[in-house]
């Protein structure tokens, strides 16, 4: 996504886990992009970490225009078998630190009174339950309800709140998930209809969408975009 908002002419602030020293490849290329008055540099950032969210996202507060939630873990677990902590670790990651993403932002927005944009990252197992990762869907349906909630109360702010909802994406969670998870790359192989999985370029495209002209009057939607996966029903 970030490389995609550079193109369209975004300066990128990109956050993570990882230390600067230890990032991608890719988002050390992004970085060296870095041209012309649009910059893109990265912050180390724990998003459960409520007081250094508000650090950086306030480190940027008069540039800040699109704030995108994309932090997130999953892990697949059978239900019965689920830990308070491998609960707890799910909430904190894909809940709260969306709620301080979110917060933080739109506190921004407001203190200086200039409208805005937040995408959150959800998914279509936050309607449709997926085998063994109970948690992990539970909060993507809660983002959603989030970032209706939301978007209700900070309209009147000019600040819009919206979800894209990803399918099977071939990076990341899933990505990881299907080199390390036989069982999830068994159930992937049956489910998805267009029999491709999602590219990373395509979840970016939506964001471009939200983030331009053509998408002013999305606020509280979420975008399912998930190849027909949610039409799968498991027996």
């Known amino acids: 996504m970030g490389a995609r908002l550079f193109e369209d002419g975004f300066s990128v602030t990109l956050l993570d886990l990882t230390a600067p020293s230890e990032v991608r490849e890719d988002?050390?290329?992004?970085?060296?992009l870095s041209q012309d008055g649009h910059d893109v540099c990265y912050r180390q950032v724990d998003v459960t970490n409520r007081a250094r969210v508000d650090e950086v996202i306030s480190e940027f507060e008069q540039d800040l225009f699109v704030v995108l939630a994309n932090a997130g873990i999953?892990?697949?677990?059978?239900?019965?078998?689920i830990s308070e902590t491998y609960w707890n670790q799910h909430l904190d990651a894909n809940l709260t630190g969306v709620f301080h993403t979110l917060q933080s932002a739109a506190r921004i927005f407001v203190k200086n009174k200039r409208p805005g944009q937040i995408i959150i990252t959800g998914s279509w197992v936050g309607r449709v339950p997926w085998p063994e990762i109970a948690a992990y869907s539970a909060t993507k349906a809660a983002v959603e309800m989030l970032a209706k909630s939301a978007a209700r109360e900070l309209s009147g702010h000019n600040i819009r709140v919206n979800v894209i909802a990803p399918g099977i994406v071939n990076a990341g969670l899933a990505k990881h998930q299907l080199q390390t998870e036989p069982q999830y790359a068994a159930r992937v192989?049956?489910?998805?209809?267009?029999?491709?999985?999602?590219?990373?370029?395509?979840v970016a495209d939506i964001a471009s969408f939200l983030c331009s002209t053509s998408g002013d009057y999305f606020t509280g939607s979420t975008i399912l975009a998930d190849g027909g996966a949610s039409l799968f029903q498991f027996d």
Do not use: R
């Open 74 to 81: 999953v892990k697949s677990q059978p239900f019965l078998d």
């Open 27 to 32: 988002v050390k290329a992004l970085i060296a």
């Open 189 to 202: 192989a049956k489910v998805v209809p267009l029999k491709e999985l999602q590219t990373a370029e395509q």
